[in-house]
């Protein structure tokens, strides 16, 4: 599939999302300078994207690193690739990244899937 088809999908899935969901920011610790024993982090930056909020299932977390008290959300699209270093942000509430996950079928990033815990 060309670029612009997956961009165009993108877009797409990205204004499907915007509809019906919230706005949530992906917090990035600040880079470390100074020496590895005591390190000074710079500011940390903040990443805007999309957000549906829901469960795991049963299924959904059984054999893996997710609790029954994770949430789950279901990201757009974001100039950064979320990891578990993250925390996120939704409503003014700050949540620890488990796991993310990229939704790329065809090799493009469509959605992220993301287990998150306060």
């Given at each position: 599939?060309?670029?612009?088809?997956?961009?165009?999908?993108?877009?797409?899935?990205?204004?499907?999302?915007?509809?019906?969901?919230?706005?949530?920011?992906?917090?990035?610790?600040?880079?470390?300078?100074?020496?590895?024993?005591?390190?000074?982090?710079?500011?940390?930056?903040?990443?805007?994207?999309?957000a549906i909020v829901?469960?795991?299932?049963?299924?959904?977390?059984?054999?893996?690193?997710?609790?029954?008290?994770?949430?789950?959300?279901?990201?757009?699209?974001?100039?950064?690739?979320?990891?578990?270093?993250?925390?996120?942000?939704?409503?003014?509430?700050?949540?620890?990244?488990?796991t993310a996950m990229?939704?790329?079928?065809?090799?493009?990033?469509?959605?992220?899937?993301?287990?998150?815990?306060?």
């Amino acid at each position: 599939m060309m670029s612009e088809d997956w961009d165009a999908i993108t877009a797409e899935v990205g204004d499907a999302l915007a509809e019906v969901g919230q706005s949530a920011h992906i917090r990035r610790k600040g880079t470390a300078t100074g020496p590895a024993y005591a390190p000074v982090y710079g500011p940390d930056t903040l990443h805007s994207f999309t957000a549906i909020v829901g469960d795991w299932t049963a299924r959904d977390r059984d054999g893996t690193s997710i609790a029954a008290t994770d949430i789950k959300i279901t990201a757009s699209v974001m100039d950064i690739s979320p990891t578990a270093a993250d925390t996120v942000v939704i409503a003014g509430v700050e949540y620890e990244i488990v796991t993310a996950m990229p939704l790329q079928p065809g090799g493009e990033v469509l959605l992220w899937e993301i287990a998150a815990r306060r």
